[in-house]
């Protein structure tokens, strides 16, 4: 059996540490949340976030958990249906454990108005503090308050100089919504077991960190309903309300929307264009390198839906890049470049050089997919990297 036990609080640098310590066979881990001291009356009082930072790594673990401290008996209930959903996807990764606490007990917490939700400064962040405050796309705006910006996730620790800067745009994009801003360093992404099933997770725990203080947490969706068989993702709109308690629901946000849907709305966004980041592959975490996949996906939309380039990307994609993209994941095409492709058409621009490449693209990645599949497609695939290599003609090939 594994366990879970939660550490007495601390005070560093004028942080306070929230920590807890994960002991299995044959490792330990230790999880740990460090935010203002401002938020110290707005902590959760339970374990409730400890058991969001770990369960992955213990259902990866395959032994029961048992938590040394007081958990929401309605949260252990959701995460029954939550294991059973990734053992069902990725049975060879996850399995079904019980989870027990030596003091099973809902929280007792005073009444509570507004939601908070994380922040990245990325279209699916912006989409949702920017509609619920100007009650854009919706009869019913939620109370957004305020949102947390997570030093860990896509800027890695280590990197303070990019955080602070990345910090600072942020901080001006919530301003002109008069949305507050938490600062939260966690080391949940260094422990996890695989970052893209763990994020949802993840951004889980963050949230009803402040669960004193909030009615509810809401989680930016990435992949919209019309993707649903694409599920598998760590933050999806079908297990991210497993991630919920009685006293702290987890709401998935924007589901209904695609991303060129949501860029059409944020476009308006004076800030929001200025400042929207959504790169993460790039050398210099707290800008866009423009020159990456995702970073190349977003140049495409806007160009699709015949907006300017925003000022946050400082330089435009050429033909040549895009006619080399990939190889590109299926899900990939499907939630972004067809959607991209559809609305290029729509615009009358299917004859376009830069169309014409991104088709080329998306027929060369799902031929090498398609090679890929079998011992001799491997084969001729890797002679073909080869002779390129000769040629100084370099070519990315990686399994799918």
């Not at 960190?209 to 969706?221: D, E, M, N, P, S």
């Not at 398609?370 to 011992?375: D, I, V, Y």
Request: hydrophobic residues 40%.
């Amino acid at each position: 059996m594994a366990e879970l036990w939660i550490e007495d609080r601390k005070t560093i640098n004028g942080e306070i540490e929230l920590s807890a310590r994960f002991e299995s066979q044959e490792i330990q881990h230790q999880l740990w949340y460090r935010v203002e001291s401002s938020t110290d009356n707005e902590l959760a009082p339970n374990a409730d976030p400890f058991i969001l930072g770990i369960l992955m790594v213990a259902m990866n673990r395959g032994e029961n958990l048992r938590i040394h401290s007081q958990v929401s008996p309605s949260l252990i209930r959701n995460l029954e249906d939550f294991q059973r959903a990734w053992a069902s996807w990725k049975p060879d990764m996850y399995r079904f454990i019980d989870i027990s606490a030596d003091e099973e007990k809902e929280p007792d917490l005073p009444p509570r108005k507004g939601m908070i939700f994380c922040f990245s400064g990325g279209v699916d962040s912006c989409f949702t503090g920017y509609r619920h405050t100007k009650g854009i796309t919706t009869r019913f705006p939620l109370p957004v308050q305020t949102a947390v910006f997570v030093h860990g996730f896509d800027i890695p620790l280590s990197r303070e100089d990019y955080y602070e800067n990345a910090y600072k745009n942020v901080q001006l994009q919530l301003k002109s919504l008069s949305i507050d801003l938490y600062r939260v360093r966690t080391n949940f992404k260094d422990i996890s077991v695989f970052w893209p099933h763990a994020f949802g997770s993840g951004v889980a725990s963050v949230l009803s960190l402040f669960q004193k203080r909030y009615a509810a947490g809401l989680i930016a969706q990435g992949v919209p309903y019309s993707s649903y068989d694409h599920l598998v993702e760590g933050s999806n709109p079908l297990t991210d309300p497993m991630l919920s308690s009685a006293s702290f629901p987890i709401i998935p946000d924007g589901g209904g929307f695609r991303r060129s849907d949501k860029i059409k709305v944020i476009s308006e966004w004076t800030e929001g264009m200025k400042y929207l980041r959504v790169c993460w592959e790039g050398e210099q975490k707290d800008k866009n390198c423009c020159k990456c996949e995702k970073c190349i996906r977003n140049i495409l939309t806007f160009r699709a839906l015949g907006l300017p380039l925003p000022p946050a990307f400082p330089t435009d994609v050429s033909d040549e890049r895009i006619y080399r993209l990939g190889p590109l994941k299926e899900i990939t095409i499907s939630v972004g470049y067809s959607v991209i492709l559809k609305e290029a058409s729509i615009r009358g621009m299917e004859n376009e050089n830069w169309v014409r490449a991104l088709k080329k693209a998306i027929h060369r990645s799902r031929m090498i997919r398609k090679l890929w599949s079998t011992p001799w497609g491997r084969f001729k695939l890797k002679l073909i990297r080869l002779f390129r290599k000769a040629w100084r003609q370099p070519v990315s090939i990686q399994k799918f």
